[in-house]
C-alpha cells in the first residue's frame, strides 16, 4: 500500500494498494498538490490526472503518460524526464529548473510561462507555438524544432540552441545575453528590434536569411567581460556578402574589415551550404 500525500499538510490524498507507482495505472486522479518527490515513475499512466501544483523534484519520468494531464504550476526541479508523453497537457507556469527534458511528446501542451533555468531540452517538437514573453534562463536546447514558433519580446540569457531549426521563428523585440546559437537553421528568424549582448553565431550559414538584422540594437558587453558579440569564419564565409554592414559593425567587425571579406569571399565565388537540421 501507498499513501501520496500533500506536500505541504502532509495529509494522505489518495491510498494505492500496490506495491510501487512505476507502470501504474494513476490515470483521472485528483492528485493536486501531491508529494511525489523522488518518485520512480517509469511508465506510470497520468493521464488526465489533476497534478496541479505538485511536487516532483527529482522525480525520474522516463516513459510516463502524462497526456491530458494538468500540470499547472507544477514543479520538476532536477527530474528526469525521457520519453515522456506531454501531448495535450498544461504545463503552464510548471517549473523545470535544473531539469532533462529528452525526446518527449509535446504535441498540443500549453507552454505559457514555462520555467526553465539551467535545463537540458533534447529533442523536441515545439514548432508552431505562441509563447511569447518567455524568461528562460541558462538553458541548451539541442536538435530541437521551433520553427514558425512566436517567442517575441522574451528575455533569453546564457542560452545554447544547438542543431536546432529555428526557421521563421519570430524573436522581435526580444532580449538576447549571452546566447549562442550554434549550427541552426536561421532562415526567415525574425530578429526584428532585438537587443543583443555577448551573442555568438557559429557556424550558422542561413544566418544572412533571417529577418531584422538591420535593426538589432547591439548591447556593449558585461563589466569585466572581455568577450563581445562574435561571428565565426564558416558563419561569414557563407553569409558576409549578404549582411547588413550595421549588423556586422555591432558585431565587432570595422568597415574596412567587412570590405575585405567581402571582396576576399566573392573573389572564391562562395559555396553552397546546407543549414543544420
Request: glycine share 8%; net charge negative; with cysteine.
Amino acid at each position: 500500500m501507498i499513501d501520496l500525500r500533500h506536500k505541504s499538510t502532509g495529509e494522505i490524498i489518495v491510498s494505492i494498494d500496490l506495491p510501487m507507482l512505476a507502470k501504474a495505472d494513476l490515470s483521472g486522479l485528483d492528485l493536486a498538490g501531491v508529494n511525489l518527490r523522488d518518485a520512480s515513475l517509469w511508465g506510470t499512466n497520468l493521464s488526465n490526472a489533476d497534478l496541479e501544483n505538485a511536487d516532483l523534484t527529482g522525480a525520474r519520468l522516463p516513459y510516463t503518460d502524462l497526456r491530458g494531464a494538468n500540470l499547472n504550476r507544477a514543479h520538476f526541479w532536477h527530474a528526469d524526464i525521457h520519453q515522456a508523453l506531454l501531448t495535450d497537457a498544461d504545463l503552464s507556469g510548471a517549473d523545470f529548473n535544473h531539469t532533462q527534458l529528452f525526446a518527449s511528446e509535446l504535441t498540443g501542451a500549453n507552454l505559457r510561462d514555462l520555467r526553465l533555468c539551467a535545463s537540458r531540452v533534447t529533442w523536441a517538437n515545439l514548432s508552431g507555438r505562441s509563447l511569447p514573453t518567455q524568461k528562460w534562463f541558462s538553458t541548451q536546447f539541442t536538435k530541437v524544432e521551433l520553427q514558425h514558433s512566436d517567442l517575441s519580446h522574451s528575455l533569453f540569457k546564457r542560452l545554447i540552441f544547438d542543431q536546432c531549426d529555428l526557421s521563421g521563428m519570430c524573436l522581435a523585440g526580444s532580449s538576447l545575453v549571452d546566447v549562442i546559437f550554434r549550427r541552426v537553421n536561421l532562415a526567415g528568424t525574425d530578429f526584428t528590434d532585438c537587443e543583443l549582448g555577448d551573442g555568438s553565431f557559429i557556424d550558422c550559414p542561413t544566418l544572412h536569411l533571417a529577418v531584422g538584422l538591420e535593426t538589432v540594437l547591439h548591447k556593449a558587453p558585461r563589466p569585466r567581460l572581455s568577450r563581445r558579440s562574435c561571428i565565426d569564419i564558416d558563419t561569414l564565409r557563407a553569409s558576409v556578402t549578404q549582411l547588413p554592414g550595421r549588423f556586422l559593425n555591432g558585431m565587432g567587425l570595422s568597415t574596412g574589415e567587412i570590405e575585405c571579406l567581402r571582396a576576399m569571399f566573392r573573389r572564391t565565388g562562395g559555396e553552397t551550404y546546407v543549414a543544420h537540421r
